[in-house]
T-cell receptor, first 114, second 119 residues
Framework: AQSVTQLGSHVSVSEGALVLLRCNYS??????LFWYVQYPNQGLQLLLK??????LVKGINGFEAEFKKSETSFHLTKPSAHMSDAAEYFC????????????FGKGTRLSVIA | DGGITQSPKYLFRKEGQNVTLSCEQN?????MYWYRQDPGQGLRLIYY???????QKGDIAEGYSVSREKKESFPLTVTSAQKNPTAFYLC??????????????????FGPGTRLTVL
């Protein structure tokens, strides 16, 4: 079955350090890939998405992600963590276009230490 | 402002009760979705609807029901058959299309969620 795996349910970084959140998908056909962020007791906000236009995707709040077909990965990075980045992050995929539901990873909670 | 609204924000249910969660969007989106979120499990699909008067079951549809009588509304009923309904429920919508027309339009936008607790 097609799936999305987020490595690490909890990641902790120091303020100003690099943020790296990992996401791998299982499919020979590249899907559409998304990263969402969720703050406590709120809905999900789109950070960025990959739809095959460019392998390096820039999103909001200084985040970016690189699609690597050979590694079936779509890892999320930010050069310098800020306290306000503390949240839960979800990687999600759509396997084919046309209003199909998202398949989510289990999420990674990011903590930022002062 | 365009967006998705969910109500209520918090909902309490007694054992054996049916409750209905509201989801409304004014984005003119064709498709709407309901997801359930439990700690450490990510989001799981309950139901989705690609067009008015049509909907499909998701991975965890048992104990839930939906209707899609209007484009802007997609209410979710949690029935007494759902044995463990305590969770955070999220509604989403997307504009869609198919084939090449769908590229870039599949982004799902989420409402603020409803937290349901069984007493």
């Amino acid at each position: 079955a097609q799936s999305v795996t987020q490595l690490g349910s909890h990641v902790s970084v120091s303020e100003g350090a690099l943020v790296l959140l990992r996401c791998n998908y299982s499919s020979s056909v590249p899907p559409y890939l998304f990263w969402y962020v969720q703050y406590p007791n709120q809905g999900l906000q789109l950070l960025l998405k990959y739809t095959s236009a460019a392998t390096l995707v820039k999103g909001i709040n200084g985040f970016e992600a690189e699609f690597k077909k050979s590694e079936t990965s779509f890892h999320l990075t930010k050069p310098s963590a800020h306290m306000s980045d503390a949240a839960e992050y979800f990687c999600a995929v759509i396997w084919s276009p046309g209003n199909t539901p998202l398949v989510f990873g289990k999420g990674t909670r990011l903590s930022v230490i002062a | 402002d365009g967006g998705i609204t969910q109500s209520p924000k918090y909902l309490f249910r007694k054992e054996g009760q049916n409750v209905t969660l509201s989801c409304e969007q004014n984005l003119n989106h064709d498709a709407m979705y309901w997801y359930r979120q439990d700690p450490g499990q990510g989001l799981r699909l309950i139901y989705y609807s690609q067009i008015v008067n049509d909907f499909q079951k998701g991975d965890i549809a048992e104990g839930y029901s939906v209707s899609r009588e209007k484009k802007e509304s997609f209410p979710l009923t949690v029935t007494s058959a759902q044995k463990n309904p305590t969770a955070f429920y999220l509604c989403a919508s997307s504009s869609g299309g198919s084939g090449r027309a769908a590229r870039g339009t599949d982004t799902q936008y989420f409402g603020p969620g409803t937290r349901l607790t069984v007493l």
